[in-house]
Structures are given as structure tokens and as C-alpha cells.
């Protein structure tokens, strides 16, 4: 607001300056006009530099905590979810599409209704300084605006497409970088490549169709402060003829119009960082609005100490129409050990997972001790079984926390 307030005083001072000028004014009258006007833009650029350091807080704070809340969800989904969606797609929608509305919190909503604030205070000026030159400044306004909200209404769909693009991308790229020890050993480096060129093929008209979107904004935006310009010389020109307004007045509306075509094109670029936010929000939403099947039991508690495991009549598939378990049946008595042997893909780690719900069979029943899990609370479950896995996750920190799970206790 007080950068605002600012920048509408300014030209009143120079139209000061002129006028005192050219009526052969005092000299020092001339030098403090000029020396406001200086003092002016300093304190502006310091306005402006302690909004941007405001707001930069404000946007990581928020964002941040939106990742957050979207790690935690993400990690709350089941395993079916995981299998679909790669950690390479997850990254770049929970980093990529936050990203956007980093830049839309720390500028977009500051520059965009703060340039709002700023062209209607332009307006009433000018109405003030003369009804005609603030009716028809008002109506170039008004037309330039809704010309500019129409054309990011069209452009919205491109950016949400290019958004999902970016994350097929970005998918494709951390899993093959995650498995490149088996791509080189089975010498599929060529057709990995393949693969890459053929995304970054699909991805260039989806890119290319979502900036055309934006550049046509950008032109339509050019058109306008030609047209703008145009229309303040001719009245100008027209008033200071008729001798209804001074030379300073004439100069005072062309720098308004000028003003005016500044917020004009932050506008422009702040409904570019819209569309882009945009399409996050609609991602963020679509991955919030993701829901886990498994979902806690009753609560039932199992018996301390060793239990017996029972499968009854377990059918299981990752797809329901291709089972890998069909009415698997068996009983392991408590303290006893089973060790289960059969080719890859026979259903070996379906078994553990299955024992960990991490997923659900499709038909039949699970128990522990006697207690069928799916009546037990997740959590019990996993406090209640040990497991260790085939590949071994070393996290980036200590070998205590690598241990104990980050666990302190």
C-alpha cells in the first residue's frame, strides 16, 4: 500500500516541476521538487525490497508445510497406490506442483492485486484530473483486463496437461536411475534411451502448445499499451488544444498511461504464474483426494509373546483377474519356522506382505494368534512383527538411526 501510494505521488511532482518551469519558477522551488522526487523512488525500491523479503517467508512457510502434509499422506496410501505411481512421478508432484504456488504466494498474490490497487487509483486520479481522460482511461482498463482474464481461462487446460507430462518425465527418470545396475547388466542402455527420447518427444508440443498459451497473452498485452499510449497522446493532445489542461497535465496523463501499462504487464505475468499454479493445485488436490483401501480394524489386541499363524483358503492378486495366491491354506504353530522356496514371482514376498497388510486379499482370512488381522490396527501389527527385506534401504544419516528408524528412544 505505501509503495502504491508512492508511486501515484510521483508524477504529481513532476508535473510540478514542469509547470513551475515553464512559468519561470524559483530555482529552489525546482531543486526540493526534484529532491522529493528522488527521495521518492529511493524509499520505493526499499518499500518494495522489504515486501519481497514479507512475502518469501510467508510463501516457504506455507509451502513447506504443504510438502509436508503431502509426504505424510503419500506415505499413508497403500502399496497399490506405490506400485502405480514411482517415486520419480511423487518427487516432482510433491516438489514440482508446490513449487508453483512457492512463486504464486511470494509474488502472484502480492503484484496482482496490489497492480488491481494500483490502476484503479490511476483511474480516480485521472477522473479527478479530468472526467473524459478517467472515463476513457477506465474503459481501456476494463477491456484490457477481461481481455486478459478470457485469454488465461483458454490457456489453463495446456498447463495442467504439460504439468502431467513433466511428471511421466520425471517418473520414467527416477526409476531407470534407480535400477541403472540392472538396465547396463541386461544391456538395456539403448532401449532406456529410446524410451527417454520418445518422452522428451511427446512432452515438446504439450510445452510448446502451453507457452504459444502464454506468449498470446503476452502479445495481447502488447497490443493493449499501443492502443493505450495512443489513446493518452490524442486526449492530451486534444485537452491542452482546447486549453482545459497545462502542458504538466498533458505530460501527467502520459506518465499515468504509462503507469498504467506496468501493472498491466505484471498482471499479464502474474495470470502466467496463475495458470502454472493452477495446474498445481489441481494435481495437489487430485493426490490429496487419494484415498488408502486398507483401512484399521476394530482394534483387537493379540496375546504377548509368540503366536500362531493361520492362512485360510488366501486368494490374492496385484490385478483381481490375475491371482499370484490361489485358496492358499496353511497353519504355522507358534515357535515353529517355515521356510517357503519356489521360483520368482511364485508369491514368496506376497506372503510377508500380505502378513504386514501392506496389502488385502481379494478372499479369505489372515490371523495372528488366533486374531484376524484385518480386525487389529495397523500399527499393532507392524509393532508386532519383524521383517527383513530382500534389498536393503540405507538412509543418507547415522548407523544408530539407520537401526532404530530415526527411533531416539
Known sequence: LISIGLQLLNPQILRYFIDTALSGGKTTSLLFAGAIFVGIALANQVVSVFATYV???????????????????????????????T???????IDGDVNTLTMFFSQSVIYLFGNILLIIGIIVILFYEDWRIGLA?????LVALLLLTRIRLFSARFWITNREKDAEFFSFLGEHLAGTADVRANGA???????FHKLLR??????????????SMWMTTLLLFACGNALAL?????????????????YLVFYYTNLLNDPMEQIRAQLLQLQQAGAGI??????????????????????????????????????????VLHALNFHLAAGNVLGVVGRTGSGKTTLARL???????????????????QDARIRDIRHYIGMVTQDVQLFRATVRDNLTFFNRS
Open 55 to 85: 512475502s518469501e517467508n510467508v510463501a516457504w512457510t506455507a509451502t513447506n508445510q504443504l510438502r509436508t502434509d503431502l509426504v505424510a499422506h503419500c506415505l499413508s496410501l497403500d502399496m497399490a497406490f506405490h506400485k502405480v505411481h
Open 87 to 93: 517415486s520419480g512421478e511423487l518427487i516432482e508432484r
Open 137 to 141: 482511461m477506465g474503459l481501456f482498463a
Open 189 to 195: 542402455t539403448n532401449y532406456v534411451m529410446q524410451r
Open 202 to 215: 511427446n512432452w515438446l508440443p504439450v510445452r510448446r502448445r502451453a507457452d504459444m498459451a502464454g506468449y
Open 234 to 250: 490524442a486526449l492530451g493532445a486534444y485537452l491542452w488544444s482546447t486549453k482545459a489542461i497545462s502542458i504538466g497535465t498533458v
Open 282 to 323: 489441481v494435481r495437489i488436490r487430485q493426490l490429496i483426494q487419494e484415498q488408502p483401501y486398507i483401512h484399521d480394524g476394530s482394534g483387537v489386541s493379540f496375546i504377548p509373546g509368540e503366536a500362531a499363524i493361520e492362512f485360510q483358503d488366501v486368494t490374492f492378486g496385484y490385478n483381481a483377474e490375475e491371482p
Open 355 to 373: 502378513l504386514l497388510r501392506l496389502y488385502d486379499p481379494q478372499q479369505g482370512r489372515i490371523s495372528i494368534g488366533g486374531v484376524p488381522i
